[in-house]
């Protein structure tokens, strides 16, 4: 099933790239999905981000024209992978959170750990994936002070993202836990476990 195309807005990017502005976040996922399935010939990199998506190489520009009139899969149909994330749930933001939801702690932990998510771009550090699926009740404004340390392995939350620093850092993300998973390391291939299109289950485990 196809919908019709959606309001695109193409612009150059540089020498041989190509940025497509879109309205709705979900149409970012499936124009990346649906230009995975032709892979254009002369198209290098695409890369989705919160309501754009950036494709380079030589023929990038040349889509310009066509890709206003491509009608869109619905669902997104693309190949994805499953990762499940072990989380123990202590994070600093944890109490505070919930507060501010209005659940108690075992109820936030119900509510994170039973969401599916999936990767709707990666961006902000290597490694790092902005996951979509975070349930309404658990939608929460950046810190308003972020913090100039988050440990490496810190499950957290902003806005209607999910997410997991791969690396220590500073950030502004609401702290929920921690993972001992790796998700990004140089030395393996590839490096990073979390691409557009995966889709993560959060596992709640004992400290």
Known sequence: MTRPAPHMNCLAAG???LLVELRDP???MRLYAELRRRRPAGIVD???AARTVLLTGPCARELAEALPAWPLPEPVAMETSQLEIPVVYDGADLAEVAEGCGLSVAQLVECHAQARYRVAFCGFM???GYLE?????LHRPRRDT?????PAGSVAIAGRYAG???RASPGGWHLLGRTALELWNPQRQPPARLSPG???RFVPVAP
Request: hydrophobic fraction near 35%; proline fraction near 21%.
């Open 133 to 137: 699926g975070l349930p309404p009740a």
């Open 164 to 166: 997991v620093y791969p």
């Open 46 to 48: 695409i890369v989705p």
């Open 15 to 17: 020498r041989q790239g």
């Open 126 to 128: 290597p490694g790092f």
């Open 146 to 150: 972020p913090r100039t340390q988050v």
């Open 26 to 28: 979900a149409d970012v």
């Open 198 to 200: 995966t889709s993560v």
